[in-house]
C-alpha cells in the first residue's frame, strides 16, 4: 500500500518569494516514481515535475524543483520566484512500479495562494 | 496535438439515474485511468484501462465501471446514481504502462440532485 501525506492545507507567500510544500510518503515499493501536479480552480491537473525512485538528482522544471529526501521519504516542492498565477491547490502524488499496477495514490493537496 | 478531452464538462442527474462519461486520451496513449476527486475523500483512484483491458481497479462499489474501445477511448458508467456521486472526475492518460507521466483532462462535474 501506499500513502502520501502533505500536512500543510494552506499555505501563503508573497509575490517573487520562494515557496516550499512538504510531502512525505510511504510505501514498501522498492521502485516508485513521485509527482507533483497544480490543480487551478478550473478543475484540471497539470503536471508540474517527476522525480524516479533512483534518480541521483533532484528534478528541476523551471521554476520547479523537488527536494528529494529517499532517507526521510519526503519530496517536497519549491517553488521559486511565485506569480500570482501560481495561486491553486498542489498535489503530491506516486506511483509504484512493482506490483502497485498504473495508478496514482494522491496526497490531500496544498491551498497555495500567492500575494502581491 | 491534442490533449486528454472529456465530455461533458458539467452533468445534472437526478437520484437512480445513470450518466456516461467519455474520456479521449492523447493520440498514441493507450493507458486511461479514472480518478474521482470529492471534497471529502479527495482524489481516489477508480480504474484502469490498458489496450481495451481493465488492468487496475479502486474500492468502488459495482455500479461504478467503464470500457475502454480500440481507439483507446473509454467511458465510464455510474448506474442507480446516490448523492454521494456528486464530484468531479477525472481521466488521465498516458502511453503505456509503466513509468511514463500522466495527462488529465479537465474533468467532467457530476452534480446529482
Known amino acids: 500500500a501506499q500513502k502520501i501525506t502533505q500536512t500543510q492545507p494552506g499555505m501563503f507567500v508573497q509575490e517573487k518569494e520562494a515557496v516550499t510544500l512538504d510531502c512525505t510518503y510511504d510505501?514498501?515499493?522498492?521502485?516508485?516514481?513521485l509527482f507533483w501536479y497544480k490543480q487551478p480552480s478550473s478543475g484540471e491537473m497539470i503536471f508540474l515535475i517527476y522525480?524516479?525512485?533512483?534518480?541521483?538528482q533532484n528534478a528541476t522544471e523551471g521554476r520547479y524543483s523537488l527536494n528529494f529526501q529517499k532517507a526521510r521519504k519526503s519530496a517536497n516542492l519549491v517553488i521559486s520566484a511565485s506569480q500570482l498565477g501560481d495561486s491553486a491547490m498542489y498535489f503530491c502524488?506516486?506511483?509504484?512500479?512493482?506490483?502497485?499496477?498504473?495508478?496514482?495514490?494522491f496526497g490531500t493537496g496544498t491551498q497555495l495562494k500567492v500575494e502581491l | 496535438k491534442a490533449g486528454v478531452t472529456q465530455t461533458p464538462r458539467y452533468l445534472i442527474k437526478t437520484r437512480g439515474q445513470q450518466v456516461t462519461l467519455s474520456c479521449s486520451p492523447i493520440?498514441?496513449?493507450?493507458?486511461v485511468s479514472w480518478y474521482q476527486q470529492t471534497p471529502g475523500q479527495g482524489l481516489q483512484f477508480l480504474f484502469e484501462?490498458?489496450?481495451?483491458?481493465?488492468?487496475n481497479k479502486g474500492n468502488f462499489p459495482g455500479r461504478f465501471s467503464g470500457r475502454q474501445f480500440s481507439n483507446s477511448r473509454s467511458e465510464m458508467n455510474v448506474s442507480t446514481l446516490e448523492l454521494g456521486d456528486s464530484a468531479l472526475y477525472l481521466c488521465?492518460?498516458?502511453?503505456?504502462?509503466?513509468?511514463?507521466?500522466?495527462?488529465f483532462g479537465s474533468g467532467t462535474r457530476l452534480t446529482v440532485v
Open positions: 522525480q524516479g525512485s533512483y534518480d541521483q
Open positions: 510505501t514498501s515499493d522498492p521502485s516508485y516514481g
Open positions: 484501462y490498458f489496450s481495451e483491458t481493465q488492468r
Open positions: 493520440s498514441g496513449h493507450r493507458s
Open positions: 502524488a506516486m506511483r509504484g512500479f512493482t506490483g502497485g499496477g498504473n495508478k496514482l495514490t
Open positions: 488521465a492518460s498516458s502511453p503505456r504502462q509503466g513509468r511514463d507521466g500522466y495527462t
